[in-house]
Each structure stands twice: as structure tokens, then as C-alpha cells.
T-cell receptor, first 114, second 117 residues
Framework: GQQLNQSPQSMFIQEGEDVSMNCTSSSIFNTWLWYKQDPGEGPVLLIALYKAGELTSNGRLTAQFGITRKDSFLNISASIPSDVGIYFCAGQHPVRTNAGKSTFGDGTTLTVKP | DTGVSQDPRHKITKRGQNVTFRCDPISEHNRLYWYRQTLGQGPEFLTYFQNEAQLEKSRLLSDRFSAERPKGSFSTLEIQRTEQGDSAMYLC???????????????FGPGTRLTVL
């Protein structure tokens, strides 16, 4: 089946640093989603991207939908300790062709040192 | 409404027992999804409902698994004769789909952590 390759697998950074992570796919997606998951909780939606080339911000977070529709990246600026968690990318095909179900990467674990 | 809720949050059971989980979606959401997540992995799709109709099931969903959404609102996921390999976090997500919409933005619940001893 299709796979999403998410990198890096983990990051250890100092508070205040910027963070960048990305996802690549072997197939084209029509939607890219970025989620954050805290231990023992479900994923929380951070940013949704619906068009190739789209650049969307949510506070200190910025995500882009790659032009090829096979990749996306997420940037976090000026990291703070509460940014700690696991970040997941997810891709979706059009609802009419594949039910809108999401295919997830395996996550990037972010650790922020105060 | 504060979001998707799931019950119980944790379940410990012995191998061979049956377990049932409940999911209450965001009100007025017409789609409901079940995913399974194991440690170090992203969520994997299991099945989904549009209103009360179960429209797709993953190959991950063996015959021991059954899901229902009888009135198009809450859903239950039952696992019969549990095995140790069933230990995972079971996540529910909901969304609202319009016919002309090409995307499906899903909002997740907190999950049910299942441990099979």
C-alpha cells in the first residue's frame, strides 16, 4: 500500500529554535493534514492544506502543500516547551475516490530543552 | 459540544475476552472513522461510517472485529476473543461531508488504550 515517509523521526532542540519537518509520499494527495499528539491522547489537528502550493499559518506554525502534491512540510518558529509531542502528517485522496480516509506518517517526536 | 469523546479511556482485559468501545462524534458530523495506533506508528484506518452505513472496512479488521453506528450518531467497536496483538490505542474521528466537498477534515477523540494480557 501507499506509504508516507516522515522525517526526521525525532528532534532534540533548544527552546527558541525553529523546527522543520517534512513528509513525502509515493502517490499524489489532494489534502495534507498536520496533527500533534500528546502522550495518551488523540491527535489534534493543527493545519489543513487543500491546494498544491498552499502555504498556511497557525500562530507559530506554518505548513506548505508541495507543488508536486507528493510532499508537505511543517515549520515551527521560536519553539517553546509546550511544543513537545509527536507531530504526524496525513494525506488524503479526494473523498469521492477513497472515502477521505487519511494515511498517516509515523510521526516526528519533538523534544524541547528549556 | 466540546469534541469527539471515547469511552472507556483505558481497558485491560485477559486474552479471549470480548471488549466494546464507544465513540460519540461531534454533533451533526455525518462521518465517523475508527483507526488503530500502535506504539511508534501513526494511526491506521480500520473502518468508517457515513450516517449509519458502514461504507468501508480495512483488511486490518478481522472477523473478530465489528463496528456499528445504529442511529447515525454514536458508534461502538467490539473485539471478540481478544488476542495480545490487539493491544493498541483505538481512535475515533468524525467529520462533516457535503456532496460537493472534496476533502474530509477529521477531528479525533482521545482514544481508548486497550491492553490484552
Amino acid at each position: 500500500g501507499q506509504q508516507l515517509n516522515q522525517s526526521p523521526q525525532s528532534m532534540f532542540i533548544q527552546e527558541g529554535e525553529d523546527v522543520s519537518m517534512n513528509c513525502t509520499s509515493s502517490s499524489i494527495f489532494n489534502t495534507w493534514l498536520w496533527y500533534k499528539q500528546d502522550p495518551g491522547e488523540g491527535p489534534v489537528l493543527l493545519i489543513a492544506l487543500y491546494k498544491a502550493g498552499e502555504l498556511t499559518s497557525n500562530g507559530r506554525l506554518t505548513a506548505q502543500f508541495g507543488i508536486t502534491r507528493k510532499d508537505s512540510f511543517l515549520n515551527i518558529s521560536a519553539s517553546i516547551p509546550s511544543d513537545v509531542g509527536i507531530y504526524f502528517c496525513a494525506g488524503q485522496h479526494p473523498v469521492r475516490t477513497n472515502a477521505g480516509k487519511s494515511t498517516f506518517g509515523d510521526g516526528t517526536t519533538l523534544t524541547v530543552k528549556p | 459540544d466540546t469534541g469527539v469523546s471515547q469511552d472507556p479511556r483505558h481497558k485491560i482485559t485477559k486474552r479471549g475476552q470480548n471488549v466494546t468501545f464507544r465513540c460519540d462524534p461531534i454533533s451533526e458530523h455525518n462521518r465517523l472513522y475508527w483507526y488503530r495506533q500502535t506504539l511508534g506508528q501513526g494511526p491506521e484506518f480500520l473502518t468508517y461510517f457515513q450516517n449509519e452505513a458502514q461504507l468501508e472496512k480495512s483488511r486490518l479488521l478481522s472477523d473478530r472485529f465489528s463496528a456499528e453506528r445504529p442511529k447515525g450518531s454514536f458508534s461502538t467497536l467490539e473485539i471478540q476473543r481478544t488476542e495480545q496483538g490487539d493491544s493498541a490505542m483505538y481512535l475515533c474521528a468524525s467529520s462533516f461531508i457535503r456532496l460537493a466537498k472534496r476533502t474530509d477534515t477529521q477531528y479525533f477523540g482521545p482514544g481508548t488504550r486497550l491492553t490484552v494480557l
